[in-house]
């Protein structure tokens, strides 16, 4: 104690004290903040230490060291776990090459990576879950009226048989046929790249249900009537009839024409 | 070589004197080639296999209808089979089409393959006569018309013939009449207004659109708070009314008109609006039809802010006044000025304060 009362007037100490206040508050608001976000993710400490361990090697460069974006890619600060798994689990994450949007391939992560993962970018900031098993039952959800709600909230990109449909420049809403009701949900929670966010204030989860059933049915639907031309209705029917059929009837017109050897 | 040659000499010959044929028709190429014997004509083996390849085709034909009768019978209108290419496919369409298909086709192809091969070959000249009538016939006809025009009296009696012409400049108009209303009009209602109106006004509740509403009392519907919005979230949404609206009117018209949309962006995005303070904390509402033919739009790209019209591709900036960029709309996406009531619901602050939807005669040009 000699030590400290002898230097009690030195100019440092004031330095050494705001020091010392700025080192404490900021680990005590560290300590009380990240308190609750984790908690919320459910990963467990483990879970997030190897996702930012992860995250670190594979996603740091475009989003930042922090998470924070960088000119490159957006901040990933409240995205939540639901658009981390979104976009990794689907292959869209991490891009292959820039362009108009990210393009869904073989994802590279497992299933442990992406929950570490989703973890880790869950402990920074609150953002939307990974739906639980009971948000995603679609079991006795009424298909018809997600059809309905498929037609007023989704058809307008997805097209009205969920086969996708171009954007503008470049970019095209994907097909819905290879979806998960996991991916389905995620993607109307997050509103990943140009789609918009449909919350669950305002598309509450039954109704995603029901949107999700609709889905599942279309993806499972046969095609009684033959050829199903990408579901895309009378338009493609025709064209298919005034392209493929019509060359068919002049190749059997020439035929008909044609003198016999 | 030889060919041509003997072409070119027929060329000489429609021109002598004494061809009538020539004279008659114009020259023909084809009945001067001489008539080159086919295979089937000099081979009888030849012969005998396409009148096998004939007789064949029409059996097969037969075959093909016996099938078809028995897979109508045979298979279960629910089994699929996978084809590839063709994905999953009901059983029964697929074989009965090509069934039948080819049943029709095999009948046709015989035909044709009975002709070509063993029908005689040789090439003749159709004899025609000229397009142009006689001379006779066309002055039989002016007579003709001559008389019809005397006896009927259409030159003496002029209260007759202009009362006829009054009487077929007037029929049109009912149906100018009917057009003009759509038949949906109720008679003496200015349409005009009725397309410049909307259920929108001063304090009417958004709620979201979830499909058929008719019916559904504004009591029961759920409205919209601000802070269900996040940025980039988008709504499809209807005035609170619009369920007893709809049963009233035993249409969707007022549906049609009342269509919007609701968008949240970052206020600090939003680089100009129809008016001042027409959003609520960067939620903004547009209507749903396109400027353009009317179609529904909600394509919005939530990182451009543009609303894009999958009918003609017309292009619209929702951060920007609703401004068209690109496509054949002609005019603004109209937008709806909203805040809160007092129990912290989106509404309407006022109307439209532009006629929503495709241009219509009476429309101002603004």
């Not at chain 1, 206040?21 to 990963?43: H, Q, R």
């Not at chain 1, 079991?139 to 503008?168: S, V, W």
């Not at chain 2, 014997?37 to 030849?46: G, H, M, S, W």
């Not at chain 2, 000249?125 to 025009?149: I, L, P, T």
């Amino acid at each position: 104690m000699k030590f400290l009362s002898a230097r009690r007037r030195n100019p440092l100490v004031a330095l050494f004290l705001l020091v010392a206040a700025l080192g404490m508050t900021g680990v005590g608001y560290s300590v009380i903040s990240s308190a609750k976000p984790a908690e919320a993710a459910m990963g467990s400490q483990t879970q997030v230490e190897d996702g930012k361990k992860l995250y670190l090697e594979g996603c740091s460069s475009c989003h930042g060291l922090d998470a924070q974006g960088t000119m490159n890619g957006p901040t990933l600060l409240g995205v939540g776990a639901a658009s981390v798994h979104f976009q990794v689990a689907t292959g869209r994450m991490p891009l292959a090459a820039p362009g108009a949007q990210a393009v869904a391939k073989d994802p590279i992560y497992d299933v442990e990576q992406i929950a570490a993962m989703s973890a880790y970018i869950a402990s920074l900031a609150p953002g939307p879950a990974i739906p639980t098993a009971e948000d995603l039952s679609y079991e006795g959800a009424d298909q018809a009226k997600g059809g309905e709600l498929f037609r007023i909230n989704c058809a307008q990109c997805h097209q009205a048989a969920g086969q996708g449909g171009a954007l503008t420049q470049g970019k095209y809403a994907p097909s819905l046929m290879e979806a998960t009701p996991q991916e389905i949900y995620e993607a109307m929670v997050t509103g990943p790249q140009s789609m918009p966010v449909f919350s669950n204030e305002t598309l509450p989860i039954e109704q995603k249900q029901e949107i999700t059933a609709y889905i599942m049915g279309l993806q499972e639907a046969p095609s009684p009537g033959g050829l199903s031309l990408g579901r895309l209705g009378p338009v493609v029917e025709g064209l298919f009839m005034w392209v493929a059929v019509f060359a068919a009837l002049i190749a059997a017109a020439v035929w008909i024409g044609i003198k016999a050897r | 070589m030889t060919e041509i040659d003997h072409t070119h000499e027929g060329h000489d010959d429609a021109h002598a004197p004494g061809s009538e044929v020539a004279t008659k028709v114009g020259y023909s190429p084809v009945a001067d080639i001489p008539h080159k014997p086919r295979v089937t004509d000099t081979d009888p083996k030849a012969a005998r296999r396409a009148e096998r390849q004939v007789a064949g085709m029409f059996t097969l034909s037969m075959i093909f209808v016996i099938a078809f009768v028995v897979a109508y019978v045979a298979i279960d209108k629910n089994a699929y089979v996978y084809i590839p290419v063709l994905g999953d496919v009901g059983a029964s369409n697929v074989v009965l089409g090509f069934t039948f298909g080819a049943a029709v086709f095999l009948i046709g192809a015989g035909a044709i393959q009975w002709a070509k091969k063993l029908m005689p070959d040789v090439e003749v000249v159709q004899q025609r006569h000229d397009m142009a009538s006689d001379k006779s016939d066309e002055e039989a006809a002016a007579a003709n018309y001559e008389r019809g025009k005397d006896e009927s009296g259409f030159a003496r009696y002029k209260i007759i013939r202009r009362s006829l012409l009054g009487a077929m400049a007037l029929f049109p108009i009912p149906i100018i009449v009917v057009l003009r209303d759509l038949w949906i009009t109720p008679p003496g209602e200015n349409p005009a207004e009725i397309l410049s109106t909307t259920p929108w006004e001063d304090g009417v509740m958004i709620i979201p659109d979830v499909g058929d509403q008719t019916g559904l009392s504004p009591e029961t519907s759920r409205g919209i708070r601000p802070e269900d919005l996040p940025v980039g979230g988008l709504v499809s949404a209807l005035p609170v009314d619009i369920g007893v609206i709809q049963e009233e009117e035993h249409n969707l018209n007022a549906r049609g008109k009342a269509s919007i949309i609701l968008v949240r962006m970052d206020p600090s995005e939003i680089r100009s609006q129809q008016g001042e303070g027409w959003d609520y904390n960067g939620i903004v509402a547009f209507s749903k039809i396109c400027t353009h033919v009317g179609c529904p739009i909600a394509l919005y790209e939530q990182r451009t802010h543009h609303l894009l019209c999958p009918c003609h591709q017309s292009t619209f900036d929702l951060a920007d006044s609703g401004d068209v960029v690109f496509g054949p709309a002609a005019r603004r996406m109209p937008q709806l000025p909203i805040g809160v009531n007092a129990e912290g619901y989106l509404v309407a602050k006022a109307p439209f304060a532009e006629p929503v939807g495709p241009s219509f005669w009476e429309r101002d040009r603004t």
